[in-house]
């Protein structure tokens, strides 16, 4: 048994790891056959692509995806802790399987992501659900099958979380989502402790993976015939730092860019880590995506500071800048929190100040929620619940102003989009993404998913755009 320490998780000294290749033990090898695996994802992008992995892992095991929980013999969820509402999300569905689990004691119930490497969590778990079967960490996922293997036999809570970085494993076995589109990751971990963030404790010290594991990596998804690509990274800006003297995100984009897969795209930047370099690669190569997701969270140069972002308002705004006038279909995306500890009106309209300056194309916006652990949470918290909920609506109400401008200027525009399906709510559109990462719906026949098509934009909403198959 492994518990999660956060003193160990918070070590950035220099990191030793190993690139090694993933390896199942034939004797697990369909050992479950005819089993079947529900898989509940929270959070980002990263946990998405981890779900990825997992679900190949259980199928190698010869478990099949089962997506009625109800119906699953193994059951597991892999969470997120950047929010109290992702917490609360997990616990209360761990609550439902509770009471399936009481009258089933032979469904296997397990816990990963990031809420499994959080000390409280896991101390919760052991009192007051000691009914769940295993737990296992961010750093170690590679051995879920031996985890979930050693839980099934010997019916004992398994508990297998490093709170160190393991190391890099290669060619795990993975079940993409989508035949179109896929997720790269390049970098594990953060360095940058943000006061109210937990990711660095849950994920670990930043450490890039090979330029060549990823370029090989790129090249096969390529000639299976994906036409795009994001590269993942908890602060992907960061990428090539613990690895090489010169070779860092910008050249990694013009490798891949130059193997002329239609689309690029990369999340989640930190503006301190944001190069020239990448400047440059995102202006000369028009296959890396106008569509930057670049949080700000404060407009205010003082709780900016409180926050540990390293970097002022004023720097912010330079580069958005000059991303803006690289491309000049660049769209820009942000994380903004509202109701930080100590945030006056003053710096709170400092914010609103930032936001009519940017005009986002996007924007996710949070009211503050203490994480564990975190200094933030030590902080005196002076701004009522009642405060800066009125803040958020003010917030959003600009925002979203902002969002349908944009989305209008598109009107009578061509855009070319990556066709994803059939429209959720018509099932006589399709829908698909812009380049600037705009969602459309629109009509048109003999439209073929996971194909780039041009469509002529005919109306704009909030939150997307309509339009129809354009033909010359």
């Known amino acids: 048994m492994h518990l999660p320490n956060y003193k160990e998780a918070k070590k950035r000294e220099k990191v030793e790891y190993q690139t090694l290749d993933y390896n199942l033990k034939k004797e697990l090898k369909n050992k479950y056959c005819g089993k079947k695996y529900f898989l509940k994802t929270y959070g980002c992008q990263m946990n998405e692509h981890d779900s990825e992995n997992i679900k190949a892992m259980l199928e190698e095991l010869g478990f099949i995806e089962e997506n009625d929980y109800r119906q699953a013999d193994l059951l597991l969820l892999n969470t997120c802790s950047i929010r109290e509402n992702a917490h609360n999300k997990a616990f209360g569905m761990l609550g439902r399987i509770q009471n399936l689990k009481e009258k089933n004691r032979n469904i296997v119930v397990g816990l990963c992501g990031c809420m499994a490497q959080e000390e409280g969590v896991v101390e919760k778990i052991q009192k007051k659900y000691k009914w769940l079967n295993f737990v296992i960490g961010t750093h170690n996922l590679y051995q879920l099958p031996q985890v979930v293997d050693s839980a099934i036999t010997n019916r004992n809570q398994e508990i297998e979380v490093y709170s160190h970085n393991l190391d890099i494993v290669e060619n795990a076995p993975v079940i993409r989502d989508k035949s179109y589109k896929a997720y790269v990751n390049i970098i594990y971990g953060c360095n940058k402790f943000c006061t109210y963030c937990i990711v660095p404790y849950t994920r670990g010290s930043e450490r890039s993976r090979r330029k060549e594991d990823i370029l090989k990596e790129i090249a096969d998804l390529i000639n299976d015939g994906y036409q795009e690509v994001t590269l993942l990274g908890q602060n992907v800006n960061a990428y090539g730092k613990d690895l090489y003297e010169d070779y860092g ?224």
């Open 249 to 472: 995100l910008g050249e990694l984009l013009e490798d891949i860019a130059k193997m002329n897969i239609p689309r690029i795209r990369f999340v989640t930047s930190h503006p301190w880590d944001f190069t020239d370099k990448m400047i440059e690669k995102i202006g000369k190569y028009e296959n890396i995506m106008p569509s930057i997701h670049l949080p700000v969270q404060s407009g205010s140069n003082t709780i900016l500071k409180r926050m540990g972002r390293r970097y002022t308002k004023e720097s912010y705004l330079e580069l958005f800048d000059k991303l803006k006038n690289i491309r000049k279909e660049m769209a820009i995306s942000t994380d903004i929190i509202v109701g930080f500890p100590g945030e006056s009106e003053e710096d709170f309209q400092e914010t609103l100040d930032l936001v009519e300056y940017c005009q986002y194309d996007n924007a996710f916006t949070f009211i503050y929620s203490p994480r564990e652990n975190t200094p933030a949470a030590n902080l005196s918290d002076d701004v009522s619940l009642n405060e800066k909920e009125k803040r958020l609506y003010r917030l959003n109400e600009m925002v979203n102003q902002y969002f349908l401008k944009n989305n209008k200027n598109q009107i009578g525009q061509v855009q070319k989009v990556l066709v994803e399906g059939k429209s959720l709510k018509n099932n006589n559109m399709y829908f698909g993404y812009t380049e600037s990462n705009k969602l459309v719906n629109f009509t048109g026949a003999n439209v073929e998913v996971g194909t780039i098509i041009e469509v002529k934009i005919t109306d704009a909403k909030t939150w997307s755009l309509d339009g129809e198959l354009y033909e010359r």
